[in-house]
């Protein structure tokens, strides 16, 4: 599906390519998101971006309108999954504390991971940053900074319940 690239910052960072976003049953998955959402993310809005988008996102500071924030704060290490299939994502935080993790992603506007952080048995970064899950969810983009890669991740495309 792709080819892996070593950075100077993490794990290698696995690369995949067009064909995992090509037409599905359902826009670029096989199915809906699943319908009920973790953090009461709206999932018409869910649904629109994970399979019916390549470039737009929820609106900057969405995370911080759900229930997110007080739900995680002091869970230690939370697991994302995708909203479509429930496949592992992401682990946060890895080798940062909670409120780093948080202010980071305040200051950016959406939940943004590092590649400690993300599970790459699931999740390709496409040539143009776009960053998706192996089943085609759109998931956001790297938006690399002088720490390395931060994927900058719509919260209503990783809400999903393990399946």
């Not at 699931?122 to 938006?143: F, I, M, Q, Y």
């Amino acid at each position: 599906m792709g080819s892996n690239e070593s950075t100077k910052f993490g794990p290698p960072v696995v690369m995949g390519d067009e064909s995992i976003m090509c037409k599905k049953a359902h826009g670029t998955s096989a199915t809906p998101v699943q319908q009920r959402l973790k953090w009461g993310c709206d999932t018409k809005l869910a649904d629109r971006i994970c399979n019916f988008n390549r470039h737009y996102a929820e609106r900057s500071g969405y995370f911080l309108s759900t229930s997110y924030v007080a739900d995680v704060r002091g869970a230690g290490e939370v697991t994302y999954c995708d909203s479509v299939t429930g496949k592992p994502l992401f682990i946060a935080p890895r080798g940062r504390s909670f409120d780093a993790y948080l202010e980071e992603s305040r200051d950016h506007g959406w939940p943004s991971f590092r590649d400690s952080e993300v599970v790459w048995e699931n999740v390709r970064v496409l040539p143009d940053g776009e960053t998706v899950s192996v089943d085609g969810t759109h998931l956001g983009h790297d938006l690399p900074d002088g720490k390395g890669n931060r994927y900058c991740i719509n919260l209503v495309c990783i809400a999903g319940s393990p399946q």
